[in-house]
């Protein structure tokens, strides 16, 4: 069976076909670094980190690109509210974004391009975008004007820019020509990070940073873009227009589009206030149940997100985690005597093994269908617990079910030794907890207590870690405790 993906452009399942044969070019939106990640992001980051690794399992080599937007309104006001540089800020929640999507075992990216390194790549697109007629400069910001292209409109939302209402999530301004066209370039406010260009000090508009960055990584058209389904109208329309009014080219293949977390039948997001962060969770649950509980649903359908639901997550993968283990036991207790082996194994249970890794294949070539996906594993673990009592689970049998077993879970992500769970525990929490004691200290010292700041740094030099005070206390390791 060909491997077939829900493109929203068309509204249809279609056959993937990649642009180059055996490649496969994937860029999907990063977070806006100005806080810690919720579960609406590590919903998005998971679902793509499977279907990358889906694709990498089918023999395609996948150039994977995401960004970090660290030039942005939010990061400029929490910037301000924290007194501390904007790129400082970023690059503290670039560091905890990797900490959070470690634990959750979501590979980096091939490239995690910042907009902030890439804004004479955006110059240039503007300036290119303004020489054919597209974008227009007013007091030192530059619009796209939205009108020139409208045969390039709608076509994720299939509707057209005349049925489009004014102020429907697009920023109204005064000084542009239509409330539907959206800036290229922002000019610069007192006191705002900004970068020279020919219009004046400023920075680049939300829109132009991913198209950029996709095309200085990956080409002209991408195989695959992705993001949250919150991102089709303004981010994703936006970026069509500008990408193909530049170069005149199909910017994406294959739009993919991942589902909400819900609270209560409510989009989980930062700007409704009904959010849980990833570190919220895996205060309460191993990082592996919060990243089942997501694969569990298929990627496009909303999940319902509750403290019950997580903890029936955590039930059944436990379940596969004791599977897991039955099957290396089986395999151990053979090698070392224990138990003897049963000689030429059974045909018909290798055909069983390999049947369901068919049935799995099938799920995953049906869209990346990881709820049917997750089922073969749990038929698996009903068969597997039949042989077991039947006597039948020799250490040839658990060898070939525990290899099927293993390249499922390897596409979902999932780890199931204690031991590999466990690995990164200290990197992950050891920067959370010195992070509150500097929290701490910069609030003694903002009560002039001096006693209980020298106490926590004197305390943590002791164990090899140092602080730094500047425009933010840093810390980092000793080389030598």
């Not at 995690?112 to 110059?123: L, Q």
């Not at 709608?154 to 800036?183: C, N, T, W, Y």
């Not at 990070?193 to 000090?201: F, L, R, T, V």
């Not at 955590?314 to 224990?338: D, P």
């Amino acid at each position: 069976m060909a491997l077939r993906v829900f493109n929203t452009e068309s509204r249809s399942k279609e056959e993937f076909i990649p642009i180059e044969e055996g490649k496969v070019g994937m860029y999907v939106c990063g977070p806006t670094v100005y806080d810690d990640c919720h579960v609406g992001h590590a919903r998005s980051y998971v679902a793509f980190d499977v279907i990358r690794r889906y694709l990498e399992y089918k023999g395609y080599t996948v150039t994977y690109v995401q960004n970090f937007t660290d030039v942005d309104d939010k990061i400029i006001n929490r910037s301000a509210e924290k007194n501390i540089p904007p790129l400082v800020l970023s690059e503290h929640y670039i560091q905890e974004y990797f900490r959070d999507t470690g634990a959750l075992n979501i590979r980096k990216a091939d490239i995690h391009p910042k907009a902030s390194e890439t804004v004479p790549d955006m110059i240039t697109v503007i300036k290119g975008l303004m020489e054919k007629g597209y974008a227009y400069e007013v007091n030192g910001s530059v619009y796209f004007e939205v009108a020139k292209a409208s045969h390039l409109f709608g076509k994720l939302r299939h509707q057209s820019l005349e049925d489009m209402r004014d102020g429907a999530r697009i920023e109204v301004d005064s000084e542009k020509r239509s409330p539907k066209d959206f800036a290229l370039w922002k000019a610069a406010k007192p006191g705002e990070i900004s970068w020279d260009s020919p219009w004046g000090k400023g920075r680049p508009g939300w829109h132009i940073e991913c198209s950029t960055m996709a095309w200085k990584y990956i080409g002209r058209t991408l195989d695959i873009h992705g993001g949250g389904m919150d991102l089709i109208f303004p981010h994703h329309e936006s970026e069509i227009l500008q990408a193909e009014a530049f170069t005149g080219k199909k910017f994406v293949k294959y739009w993919i589009h991942n589902g909400f977390v819900e609270l209560k039948s409510e989009k989980m997001s930062k700007s409704l206030g009904n959010f849980f962060t990833i570190k919220d969770i895996l205060g309460r649950f191993e990082p592996m149940v919060l990243r089942f509980f997501l694969v569990y649903t298929h990627y496009r359908s909303p999940i319902d997100f509750s403290d019950s639901a997580l903890e029936e997550a955590g039930r059944s993968y436990e379940r596969l985690r004791r599977l897991h283990e039955l099957l290396s036991e089986r395999i151990g207790e053979v090698e070392e005597g224990v138990i003897p082996d049963l000689g030429e194994p059974d045909e018909d249970v290798l055909k069983m093994a390999y049947s369901f890794r068919k049935d799995f294949e099938e799920a995953m070539d049906d869209d990346f269908n990881t709820r049917v996906g997750v089922t073969v594993l749990f038929r698996m673990d009903q068969r597997i617990r039949d042989l077991d009592k039947e006597g039948r689970l020799d250490g040839k049998h658990s060898l070939a079910l525990k290899h099927v077993m293993d390249e499922i879970s390897g596409v979902l992500g999932l780890i199931y030794s204690r031991r590999d769970r466990d690995e990164g525990a200290e990197e992950r929490f050891l920067p959370e907890l010195v992070r509150i004691l500097i929290d701490v200290r910069d609030e003694a010292r903002k009560r002039k207590d001096w006693a209980l700041a020298d106490s926590i740094r004197d305390r943590l030099r002791s164990t090899g870690i140092i602080l730094e005070d500047g425009e933010t206390t840093t810390w980092h390791l000793a080389r030598d405790r």
